[in-house]
């Protein structure tokens, strides 16, 4: 009975009340006798009570999905507990003044749970994503900096390892990889073992033998193979060098007279014989670039030409061209091959000069000295010059129209004897053969890798004896007086 009671005493629409409180009370009888009303008994109401308005988007309990006309419980008894509030304030202002009755307040939006948790998510996605770029720009980076295209410490890191040499070369994997994304783990695995069977490394043992050519020096104090024919194994050399996709550079320097008198010939000649099946680049130097031949080069070559300063003597265009192949090999060459050759324009090749003669650092036999004494050897002998070798000292004499090596090796040998050529001009001096005295005063401090015999530069002028079983490279006629303008 007392719950009928007290719902009875409530049964008052919410639009009564937001209308009264909308026009306000103006007399104080009036705002009695309403109190009055609302507290009195009263008989219960017969008015059901009025459904609910559809609740609209903005309205909090619109997105509890509460259907039409159907209120929750909570929400009814929050909406009576109000009215109650209110008739009870009522009762208690009696004649204090004017009662303004108050509509139930409405709660404020409130964001959804599935708002927040979808704000989570998108902080912990960009957080994740994050990591991963961070991630993967550290792991391209160390391999960058460990890859040969991206050391900073090395001048010239050769694409492959020298014949004997321990090193291997270290690819770059991100590149091929980001070249080709459908490429799966099993296969990038399946690339390394194939790639280091290619790179495997070839000892001295697996292609030479110096019992071969028993009648001649084929193994020098330090351990390097002298190149003679049939000492080494051509097939065997070509099979890997062929795995490795070598290019080998050769420059040449034709300065004058020396264009028409030779170059053509050496650049013919070097098509048919140099490096036969392998990429090769002729880096040709001349002081004129219009009388320059034109000569149609096989496949796989190609040449650069490149014209340089003249020097009035001819001493100077000899020594000066180890300034100049030092300046291309920083500017352009050492990128663009794994092995370079030197050599002088006034000779032709006969015969095969092929990848036996390959080499960290390789040198050539000059042919009239080969079987001399060192103590015999033309060295520079005066203390005053920076080639001087005294006697009792010296290994073998070398001939600069023939020297070569990897990019590095060739441009430490040229800034080397560079260096010294200058030393001798500061001291007014002229070493006896010029760049050549320079040369052997460097493979005497630092021993070449390789050696050619004089096979593969050989003079005629001296016969043909039975050590020369194939003539690599001849002499050209020395027409000094023809070609020199300072003889």
């Known amino acids: 009975m007392h719950r009928a009671a007290s719902l009875s005493a409530v049964c008052l629409r919410g639009g009564d009340l937001l209308g009264t409180n909308s026009r306000g009370l103006g007399r104080s009888g009036e705002q009695a006798a309403g109190v009055e009303r609302l507290l009195a008994p009263s008989r219960p109401c017969h008015r059901p009570l009025p459904r609910e308005r559809p609740q609209t988007v903005d309205q909090p309990e619109a997105r509890l999905h509460t259907p039409p006309g159907h209120a929750r419980p909570e929400l009814r008894r929050r909406q009576r507990g109000r009215l109650v509030q209110v008739a ?36 912990k996605g960009k957080v994740i994503l994050s990591m991963l770029v961070v991630s993967t720009v550290i792991v391209v980076f160390w391999e960058y900096i460990n890859s040969p295209e991206g050391s900073f410490l090395w001048l010239y890191h050769s694409k492959n390892s020298e014949v004997g040499d321990s090193s291997t070369q270290r690819g770059w994997w991100f590149q091929s990889w980001f070249n080709n994304g459908t490429q799966s783990y099993q296969e990038e695995d399946i690339d390394k073992e194939k790639g280091r069977e290619d790179r495997k490394e070839l000892q001295l043992s697996d292609w030479f033998n ?13 351990k390097a193979p002298v190149v003679w024919e049939g000492t080494y194994n051509k097939a065997i050399l070509e099979n890997y060098y062929a795995k490795q996709k070598i290019t ?27 490096m036969v099946g392998h990429k090769v680049i002729f880096y040709i130097m001349v002081d004129d670039i219009s009388r320059m031949p034109l000569v149609e080069l096989g496949p796989l070559r190609s040449f650069k030409v490149f014209e340089i300063k003249p020097e009035k003597r001819w001493q100077d265009i000899s020594m000066m061209r180890m300034k100049s192949i030092g300046e291309h090999i920083v500017g352009h060459i050492q990128r663009e091959v794994d092995f370079l050759f030197c050599m002088d324009v006034d000779q032709v090749f006969q015969d ?27 060295y520079e002998r005066r203390r005053a010059s920076a080639a001087y070798i005294p006697f009792g000292q010296g290994d073998f004499y070398y001939h600069a129209a023939i020297f070569g090596g990897t990019p590095i090796q060739v441009l430490n040998i040229t800034r080397e004897c560079f260096k010294g050529i200058l030393q001798d001009k500061k001291n007014n001096i002229e070493a006896e053969w010029h760049d050549e005295s320079h040369l052997n005063k460097y493979f005497l ?6 050696i050619l015999s004089p096979e593969y530069c050989w003079d005629y002028h001296i016969g043909l004896p039975s050590d ?15 070609v020199r303008n300072n003889v």
Do not use: C
């Open 445 to 450: 401090l630092n021993k070449p890798t390789k």
């Open 468 to 482: 020369i079983k194939i003539v690599k490279i001849s002499w050209q006629t020395k027409e000094y007086n023809v």
């Open 210 to 222: 110096p019992k071969k050519r028993p009648e001649v020096v084929t193994v020098t104090g330090w």
């Open 248 to 274: 080998v550079g050769l420059t040449v320097f034709a300065i004058g007279k020396y264009i028409e008198h030779y170059l053509e010939e050496f650049i013919i000649s070097a098509d048919k014989y140099f």
């Open 88 to 123: 009870e304030g009522a009762a208690k202002a009696g004649n204090t003044g004017a009662v303004q009755l108050r509509a139930p307040l409405r709660a404020g939006p409130r964001r959804p749970a599935s708002a927040n948790q979808e704000k989570i998510m998108n902080v």
């Open 352 to 378: 095969n000069f092929g990848v036996e003669t390959l080499g960290q650092s390789v040198a050539q036999l000059q042919a009239w000295w080969y079987k001399a004494n060192p103590d015999e050897f033309t």
